[in-house]
């Protein structure tokens, strides 16, 4: 059995405790294929976009993201779990010359999904450090209602196409630029647009992989033991000589073994090559 370097057992023993944590309902995979999303440029990359310069996506991020929850109608139990993301796009540009140049852009997706959410009749209340007064108010955001909480977990995105399209497109936008939070434009950092007008637009296919869960709050009773003080001491890596702190580290064998065949391979050459080295005896 492995050491537990954080918790000593030996005087302590095991207990049955209740704890308040979040209880999955249900969950499932997904890959979406997002094509011909809009990308929202600045103006001196549009006005690059309009001259038929070549252009491609270098790499999309998940700059943040909104998920919401909410029932199904006709359908106890069941709710809608919504995610919208917003991508971070670095572009690249030929402007002439062989010179290429890079700018950010912005590009929004949503996905949705159903799943079983169960059922809630009750109004959750938690104290707030900072409303602990003798005079408290009466905070409504301190108080939860009887929607379950929907969590959506993602890698980043694959960029698997890029194109140039005509305007106007207003059916490849999944949401108007208006719509976009002012939170999220200073979040980018970038130079962004609405550029309605433009003779064409930058058109991209996203893939994404994601998993979405529903929880509700839940109270378990499991196993557990004290926490004492480790008895293992942190060491101090200052006072140590630097080469000798090297020293100690492994050698990592498995970064330069990119061309070696597997185990097993390995295992049946030794048989028929000289110390299994590769060379055949002759």
Not at 37 to 57: D, F
Not at 68 to 90: E, K, M
Not at 129 to 154: F, H, M, R
Not at 220 to 242: I, Q
């Amino acid at each position: 059995m492995t050491d537990n370097r954080n918790c000593n057992q030996g005087s302590n023993a095991a207990e049955t405790v209740c704890i308040d944590t979040y209880q999955v309902l249900d969950s499932c995979r997904d890959r979406d294929c997002f094509e011909n999303t809009r990308i929202y440029l600045g103006a001196e990359a549009q006005a690059l976009i309009n001259s038929c310069a070549t252009v491609r996506v270098r790499n999309a991020e998940i700059a943040c993201g909104n998920v919401t929850v909410n029932s199904v109608a006709f359908n106890d139990g069941f709710y809608q779990v919504n995610a919208r993301f917003y991508l971070r796009i670095v572009v690249e540009i030929c402007v002439g010359q062989g010179r290429v140049q890079e700018y950010c852009g912005l590009s929004v997706v949503d996905k949705s999904v159903v799943l079983y959410g169960g059922n809630g009749n009750v109004n959750i209340f938690r104290s707030n450090p900072e409303n602990n007064g003798p005079c408290p108010t009466c905070d409504p955001d301190l108080a939860s209602n009887n929607l379950p909480i929907g969590v959506v977990e993602t890698v980043t995105p694959i960029v698997l196409s890029t194109k140039v399209a005509c305007a106007p497109c207003e059916c490849y936008d999944p949401c108007r630029f208006s719509d976009i939070p002012e939170s999220v434009m200073e979040l980018l950092n970038c130079d962004v647009t609405d550029t309605a007008e433009s003779d064409y637009v930058l058109l991209a296919t996203f893939g994404l992989f994601s998993v979405v869960r529903i929880e509700r709050p839940a109270q378990f009773l499991v196993s557990a033991t004290d926490y004492s003080v480790p008895d293992k001491e942190c060491p101090c890596d200052r006072a140590e000589d630097p080469c000798s702190l090297f020293r100690t580290i492994k050698f990592p064998t498995e970064e330069f073994n990119g061309t070696a065949t597997s185990s097993n391979n390995r295992r049946n050459n030794e048989g028929n090559n000289s110390g299994g080295c590769g060379c055949r005896k002759n």
